[in-house]
C-alpha cells in the first residue's frame, strides 16, 4: 500500500544543537501536514505544505515540501526542552481523502 | 471544555470481551476518524466518517466496528477483544471544507487486553 517514511526514529541532541526529521513518501502527495505529540499527549497540527518546493518558518521551525512533492523535512535551529516529542508528517493522496502517517521521530534532549 | 472527548480514557479487558470507546466533539465538524497508536508505527486509520450517513473501512478495520451515532458522537467497538488490540487509541475531527484540513485529536484511550 502507499506509504510515508520517515527517518530518523530517534534523535537524541544536546540543548541548543539543531534538529531535522525527514518524510519520504512512495508516490506523489497533494499536501503534507506535520503534527507534534508531546509526551503522554495527542497529536497537536503544526502546518501544512501544498505546493511544491514550499518552504514556511515557524519561529525556529522550518519546513520543506520536495519539488516531486514526495519528500518533506522540518529543521528545529537551536533546540530548547520544550521541543522535546514526536513529530509526525502525515500525506494526503490525489486518490482518496486519506492521510496517511509516517512513523515519526522522537526528539530527545540529552540531559 | 475540550473539543474532542474520549471516554473511556483507560480500560483494561480481558480477551473475547466486547468493548465500546466513545468520542464526542463540540467543534461542528462532518469528518471523523478512529486511528490506533503503537509504538514506533505512527498512527493507523481504522475507520473514518465524512458524515452521519458516511462510514469508510481505513487501513486496518477487521475485528473492529464503529457507530455514528450523531454529527458530534462517533463510537469505535472490538466486538471480542484480543491482546494485539492493546494499543492508544485516538478520535480525531476535521472540517468537510475540501481534502486540506488539520486534524483535532482528542486525548486517547489506552486500551489493554489481558
Known amino acids: 500500500g502507499q506509504q510515508v517514511m520517515q527517518i530518523p526514529q530517534y534523535q537524541h541532541v544536546q540543548e541548543g544543537e539543531d534538529f531535522t526529521t525527514y518524510c519520504n513518501s512512495s508516490?506523489?502527495?497533494?499536501?503534507i501536514q506535520w503534527y507534534k505529540q508531546r509526551p503522554g499527549g495527542h497529536p497537536v497540527f503544526l502546518i501544512q505544505l501544498v505546493k511544491s518546493g514550499e518552504v514556511k518558518k515557524q519561529k525556529r521551525l522550518t519546513f520543506q515540501f520536495g519539488e516531486a512533492k514526495k519528500n518533506s523535512s522540518l529543521h528545529i535551529t537551536a533546540t530548547q526542552t520544550t521541543d522535546v516529542g514526536t513529530y509526525f508528517c502525515?500525506?494526503?493522496?490525489?486518490?482518496?481523502?486519506?492521510?496517511?502517517w509516517g512513523a515519526g521521530t522522537k526528539l530527545i534532549i540529552k540531559p | 471544555d475540550a473539543d474532542v472527548t474520549q471516554t473511556p480514557r483507560n480500560r483494561i479487558t480481558k480477551t473475547g470481551k466486547r468493548i465500546m470507546l466513545e468520542c464526542s466533539q463540540t467543534?461542528?465538524?462532518?469528518?471523523m476518524y478512529w486511528y490506533r497508536q503503537d509504538p514506533g508505527l505512527g498512527l493507523q486509520l481504522i475507520y473514518y466518517?465524512?458524515?452521519?450517513?458516511?462510514?469508510n473501512k481505513g487501513e486496518i478495520s477487521d475485528g473492529y466496528s464503529v457507530s455514528r451515532q450523531a454529527q458530534a458522537k462517533f463510537s469505535l467497538s472490538l466486538e471480542s477483544a484480543i491482546p494485539n488490540q492493546t494499543a492508544l487509541y485516538f478520535c480525531?475531527?476535521?472540517?468537510?471544507?475540501?481534502?486540506?484540513?488539520?486534524?483535532?485529536f482528542g486525548p486517547g484511550t489506552r486500551l489493554t487486553v489481558l
Open positions: 502525515a500525506g494526503h493522496l490525489y486518490s482518496n481523502y486519506q492521510l496517511i
Open positions: 466518517s465524512f458524515d452521519v450517513k458516511d462510514i
Open positions: 467543534k461542528g465538524h462532518d469528518r
Open positions: 508516490t506523489t502527495l497533494s499536501n
Open positions: 480525531a475531527t476535521s472540517d468537510g471544507f475540501g481534502v486540506d484540513n488539520e486534524q483535532f
